[in-house]
């Protein structure tokens, strides 16, 4: 079946530092591919998204392509901040019906 | 504001008695689904629903039921609640099939 695995944390970064937090998929069709954002005490929010392979999702500064030839869909920022301090899910959906989630990588950024 | 709100945000229960997490979406959205996240699990989806009157099975449905006899609701409900199923729950809704999902604030349950 259809699965997300995405790099475990915790993950602790300086200010201005640059971030990766690699995701990789299982999918039998052809998936669109999210990153959600989980700030504390909060629901999730959608960070960025992709619907086809070669596609770049990108928000606030942070940036995913979406690759099929490796099944992957890395989140990289270039300078985080201590606001981007936060729990960030991969994400996949087959059909718009059926969401899959990674375990969550949590992310925290020092000044 | 465009919302999704869900009741209650913590409840503490025993074993064996049935309650009912309610979710309500202002969005006039289709498309309303219910998650668990676990420590190490990730969320996993429960049920969704796309449309009044039409829902079905996520991952992990075991123990949980859900209703949609109106487009804004989306109540789940635990029959005979059990220690494993102690979790934060999420409601979702979503319009169409754009994939963004709009979470609610999440109500966390404690089945002892």
């Known amino acids: 079946g259809d699965s997300v695995t995405q790099m475990e944390g915790p993950v602790t970064l300086s200010e201005e530092a640059f971030l990766t937090i690699n995701c990789t998929y299982t999918?039998?069709?052809?998936?669109?591919l999210f990153w959600y954002v989980q700030y504390p005490g909060e629901g999730l929010q959608l960070l960025l998204k992709a619907t086809k392979a070669d596609d770049k999702g990108s928000n606030k500064g942070f940036e995913a392509t979406y690759r099929k030839e490796t099944t992957s869909f890395h989140l990289e920022k270039g300078s985080v901040q201590v606001s981007d301090s936060a729990v960030y899910f991969c994400a996949l959906s087959d059909s718009g019906n059926q969401f899959y989630f990674g375990t969550g990588t949590s992310l925290t950024v020092i000044p | 504001e465009a919302q999704v709100t869900q009741n209650p945000r913590y409840l503490i229960t025993v074993t064996g008695k049935k309650l009912t997490v309610t979710c309500s979406q202002n969005m006039n959205h289709e498309y309303m689904s219910w998650y668990r996240q676990d420590p190490g699990l990730g969320l996993r989806q429960i049920y969704y629903s796309m449309n009044v009157e039409v829902t079905d099975k996520g991952d992990v449905p075991e123990g949980y039921k859900v209703s949609r006899k109106e487009k804004r609701n989306f109540p789940l409900i635990l029959e005979s609640p059990s220690p494993n199923q102690t979790s934060l729950y999420f409601c979702a809704s979503q319009t169409g099939t754009t994939g963004e999902l709009f979470f609610g604030e999440g109500s966390r349950l404690t089945v002892l």
């Open positions: 999918a039998t069709g052809y998936p669109s």
